[in-house]
């Protein structure tokens, strides 16, 4: 079993920043790309940011330079700081992460998070 945790989901003001953190724990073989991804009320999910394995990154067009995707790979971990946040980055962010588990055979997978929720409000 794998399990894709977030954390640090919150309220805070415009301008203010927030820094997520995700943990894959479980019988994991390897870690391929972790991403971020968000979902607003009514709209569809959007790619935030997503970092290769050799730590290339790549970000959605809307974060202009505001958020930044980063990784540990001995603990399973990504992570993403936002900052300069507007009243438009309100929405829950999951946390995606390409591996190959072990289960009763080797297999490749995409692991979700739960979800945390950010709030950007006055």
């Known amino acids: 079993q794998v399990q894709v945790v977030e954390s640090g989901g919150g309220l805070v003001q415009p301008g203010g920043s927030l820094t997520l953190s995700c943990a894959a724990s479980g019988s994991i073989y390897s870690i391929n790309a972790m991403s971020w991804y968000r979902q607003a009320q009514g709209d569809q999910r959007e790619l935030v940011a997503t970092i290769s394995s050799g730590g290339n990154t790549k970000y959605g067009d809307f974060v202009e330079g505001r958020f930044t995707i980063s990784r540990d790979n001995a603990k399973k971990m990504v992570y993403l700081q936002m900052n300069s946040l507007k009243p438009e980055d309100t929405a829950v962010y999951y946390c995606?992460?390409?591996?190959?588990?072990?289960?009763?055979?080797?297999?490749?997978?995409?692991?979700w998070g739960q979800g945390t929720l950010v709030t950007v409000s006055s």
């Open positions: 995606n992460v390409e591996m190959v588990a072990i289960t009763t055979t080797i297999m490749a997978m995409d692991a």
